[in-house]
Structures are given as structure tokens and as C-alpha cells.
């Protein structure tokens, strides 16, 4: 990863734009530039998109990108190639990244007139996210059925094996065809590499395809008032309440991204459970990092 990197934006298009992270993190690069250009344009063009390359290090959760965009009242939507993990639907062979997905979707105040967090949702296209797998491996849980194959192709619940092994798409050739997409829109179309390209670029070797992939980021910025005509993004936007309240009346179902905003509020004055064993090895890692230093 380069220490000081200088990101910059390239105006492809009148709606489009690129953001070279120059090596570095993707974070700062697109809070601090991709996002405010994507914004401006989506504001005057009514849509914009973003590609981001030369990126360093792990990309991480899409929804903290996404909800930036929702936040100016844009409709915000983000996908993200990664390294070769998962198979597609009736294989057994790495050709797809786990390729996450976000969408966010900005709220009018509600009836007290207090404003609303947007609605965010952010997802692999693996059956089971590939951090997932690595915390219940830590956890010492067994995997569902279904989501994993051990390195000779066969079934398996065993995470350290289905880490090793070759991940399914969620759903079927639905997921699948979703994780295709995924991969041809942050991969081919903006010129970064394809997961099996990462596979074979890195002899199979999954513990150094994140560090040597040519990451990419994908992202769209949808500003609702262009698209209803008198313009305004109020009618779009308090029509989606409707649906919404439907789903939160329903017993049993809720809305995406309710439980984290929920759980944020209470961090503030509750803190942050931390199992003991998680304490105790990140503790381990901050002596280890002093020693190195010496």
C-alpha cells in the first residue's frame, strides 16, 4: 500500500467519471474525492457513475460508501470485484470473486418531521460472506449446508475446509448470475482484472490475491428529482414509505439496515461488546507490533 498516495478524478463523460487511488487505500480517496465529484454530477446530470482503480489493501464494506451518497439525498448503488473464491452455479471451480453488492435509498423525514437514516443494504453474492466463514472458523461453528466445497470438490461444513475450498453463490444460479455481473461491471468494464485472472496470476494461492489483484469499484449516484417530472424527489421518495411501513408492520420482517442503525445509536452510550478471546489476541498483536518497532 503507498503511504502518500495522490488520488485523482478523471472526467471520462459528462455523467462519468474515474478516481485513481494512486496505490493507496480506497477510503480516503473516495471520501475525500470519488464521492463529492460522483455527487456533483449526479446533481446536475440527474445520474453519474464512478469507476475506481489502483486500488491497494481491502475495500471492505460497500454500505459505508453507498450510505455517503444516500446521505445527499442520491440514490447510491456499489459492487466491488475480488479474488477468485466462489464457484459458479453447478461448478467447482474459483471463477467469481465474492462480489458484494450495496444499494442505498435516501428517506424523507418521518410524520414528526425528524429526518430518517436511508435505507442500506450491502451483500456478497457468495452464499456466505468470506469473513463469515473466517469468524465462525474462530468461533469453531460449523458451516450450513450448501455454501462450500473442500479442495477436491466435495460438500463440506467444516469453514477452514470451505476457506480452503472452492465458496458457492447464495441462491443458486440466481446468485451466480449476479456474482457474473458483479465481475463484468467492477472487472472488465472499467479495466481491472477479472477474478480468474488474479487465480492464475497468483498461482492459486489465496492468501496473496487480495495484495497483487487490480482491484476495482463500480458505483452509480441516482438524484431522484430528475427522473418524476414536475422535478422533485419527494414524491418518489415518500411513495417508497409505503412499502417500507408495510414491511416493518409485518411481524417477523424488517427493513435492511434497521438493526445497524439501531445498534449505532446504543454504541454511544453502551460501548462495544468485545469477546474476551478477541481482547486478549488483539492485545497480543499490539505487543507484537511494539517488538517489531524495536
Known sequence: VKCNPRPSVR???????????????????LLNHGIPALVATAKTQGLAGLSVVNISGMIGSLWFFTEKVAQEGLIGIACCNSPAFVAAHGGKRRVFGTNPFSFAWPRPANNDGQPQPPLVFDQASAAVARGEMGVMKAEGKQLPEGVALDKDG????????????VQLPFGGHKGSCLALMIELLSGALIGTDLAVEADMNNDNNPTNQAGKMKRGMFLLAIDPSSWIQPQSDEESLSHAEALFQAISEDPGARLPSSNRFSTRLKTVTEGVAVPKELHDA??????EAKQNEN
Open 11 to 29: 472526467q471520462l463523460k459528462p455523467s462519468v467519471s474515474q478516481l485513481d487511488a494512486d496505490g493507496g487505500f480506497i477510503h480516503g480517496a
Open 282 to 287: 488483539l492485545q497480543q498483536l499490539k505487543e
Open 154 to 165: 466435495n460438500p463440506t461444513t467444516d469453514p477452514e475446509a470451505g476457506l480452503s475450498g
